[in-house]
């Protein structure tokens, strides 16, 4: 089966939702109470115009800056911002913008120090797209930063999964490159 990525149909105040717990607000606060430094203040949002439906959108604004500020924050090595962002990525929230912030926020991860239940919780959310199939459009991304973190057990599994794959498709290839990456990082261990 070819990699087909599952999106979630939601009408249109739902798809440009904050989602619950993640507003700009909340996430400013958490990133506080978890000794963040680097500032995630969010800004006021412009006014601009959009659709009648969209009645709460100077909130999603604030929002997906705020998360866009967390990139920074991973980067200044900002440890409660790099425990965010792998919240978030696990979170696995569908709206809009959401494939987007999750590819920067690992980018950003893949330089970043990772504690090792971060690295398990990313191992486990990766392996459970896997299994499930649901490759976004962000999933080439993680890739990148899962091949840095994945764990022995995880690659047996993903040994196990290619063999029900088809060898031909770019889905049975990334195995196969995330197998050789992860037994070139144990040699070079």
């Given at each position: 089966m070819a990699p087909v990525h599952k999106p979630v149909n939601s009408p249109g105040p739902a798809y440009h939702a904050v989602p619950p717990g993640w507003?700009?607000?909340?996430?400013?606060?958490?990133?506080?109470?978890?000794?963040?430094?680097?500032?995630?203040?969010p800004q006021p949002a412009a006014a601009q115009a959009h659709p009648p439906y969209l009645t709460d959108r100077p909130r999603w604004l604030r929002y997906i800056a705020t998360l866009r500020a967390l990139v920074g924050g991973i980067r200044a090595g900002d440890a409660a911002a790099v425990h965010l962002a792998v919240e978030y990525i696990c979170l696995n929230y569908h709206g809009s913008y959401a494939g987007f912030l999750r590819a920067r926020l690992a980018r950003a991860l893949k330089s970043a120090a990772l504690t090792e239940a971060q690295k398990q919780a990313l191992d486990a959310h990766f392996l459970a797209l896997v299994e499930t199939r649901n490759y976004a459009e962000e999933f080439r991304i993680y890739r990148k930063l899962w091949a840095g973190l994945i764990?022995?057990?995880?690659?047996?599994?993903?040994?196990?999964h290619a063999r029900t794959t088809a060898p031909d498709t770019p889905h049975a290839r990334w195995l196969a490159d995330l197998d050789a990456t992860a037994r070139t990082r144990r040699l070079n261990a």
């Open positions: 507003s700009a607000e909340e996430i400013a606060a958490r990133h506080r109470a978890l000794g963040g430094v680097f500032p995630l203040e764990s022995e057990e995880t690659v047996e599994k993903l040994r196990r």
